[in-house]
């Protein structure tokens, strides 16, 4: 059973750049598509970035293009989502996901969340002015 477990959430200052990791254990992801969500309380989880399986076809929502980069490391079973410019809107948990069943696709991957059939637990990431 495969594994998704985030890392690098905190508390960072408007204007600051963070990095998120996501580490995949228990069988290799590198042929599927990953993506990147948060969500704040009250609120339904919102797409953030997603990653083809190849890294060919990456997809932003448009509050956070031009700002964060998704990128993964398929050797090391890796995703990663580095986030630039911070401003407070960007407060959330952020989720790490990943679609195990689409394998090797040379298409855009999918934004929606009930694409993606594994999560990781999420790591906070909190903006303050």
């Known amino acids: 059973q495969v594994q998704l477990l985030e890392s690098g959430g905190r508390l960072a200052q408007a204007g600051d750049s963070l990095r998120l990791s996501c580490a995949a254990s228990?069988?290799?992801?590198?042929?599927?598509?990953m993506a990147w969500f948060r969500q704040v309380p009250g609120k339904e989880r919102e797409f953030v970035a997603a990653i083809d399986w190849i890294g060919r076809y990456p997809q932003y929502a448009e509050s956070v293009r031009g700002r964060f980069i998704i990128s993964r490391d398929n050797a090391k079973n890796m995703e990663y989502l580095q986030m630039n410019r911070l401003n407070v809107e960007d407060t959330a948990v952020y989720y790490c996901?990943?679609?195990?069943?689409?394998?090797?696709?040379?298409?855009?991957?999918?934004?929606?969340?009930?694409?993606?059939?594994?999560w990781g637990q999420g790591t906070q990431v909190t903006v303050s002015s």
């Open positions: 228990g069988r290799t992801l590198a042929p599927s598509p």
């Open positions: 996901a990943a679609n195990s069943i689409s394998r090797f696709a040379s298409t855009a991957p999918d934004m929606t969340a009930s694409t993606y059939d594994v």
